[in-house]
């Protein structure tokens, strides 16, 4: 088991929700409340690409395809990091990854397997 394991995704139609979540389960509270937590998604034939932040304050930062539609945020208790879904568009099918960021917005971790979210009509 890797460092992150996301979760949530599934089939749905356009305009539906979907909340994803993504635990770390090895990693320890003092390392992993600091980090600046992310999602990514991977469309078919696409490359991986930053869809929200999430920084230690709580200080977000959205990609515009997602913006107003895509909330995240982190319960550091849980060791967890949540993308609420809304309002879904078939352009948001992909399998969607988080990941800590560094302090140059690069991938820290290993990527996990991801979970696939499938907007179908």
């Known amino acids: 088991q890797g460092q992150l394991v996301e979760s949530g995704g599934g089939l749905v139609q356009p305009g539906g929700s979907l909340r994803l979540s993504c635990k770390a389960p090895?990693?320890?509270?003092?390392?992993?409340?600091?980090?600046?937590m992310a999602w990514y998604r991977q469309a078919p034939g696409k490359e991986r690409e930053l869809v929200a932040s999430?920084?230690?304050?709580?200080?977000?930062n959205y990609a515009d395809s997602v913006k107003d539609r895509f909330t995240i945020s982190r319960d550091n208790s849980r060791k967890t990091v949540y993308l609420q879904m809304s309002n879904l568009k078939s352009d948001d099918t992909g399998v969607y990854y988080c990941n800590a960021l560094t302090s140059s917005r690069q991938p820290k971790y290993n990527w996990g397997q991801g979970t696939q979210v499938t907007v179908f009509s």
């Open positions: 090895r990693m320890i509270t003092s390392v992993f409340n600091p980090n600046q």
């Open positions: 999430i920084t230690s304050n709580t200080d977000r």
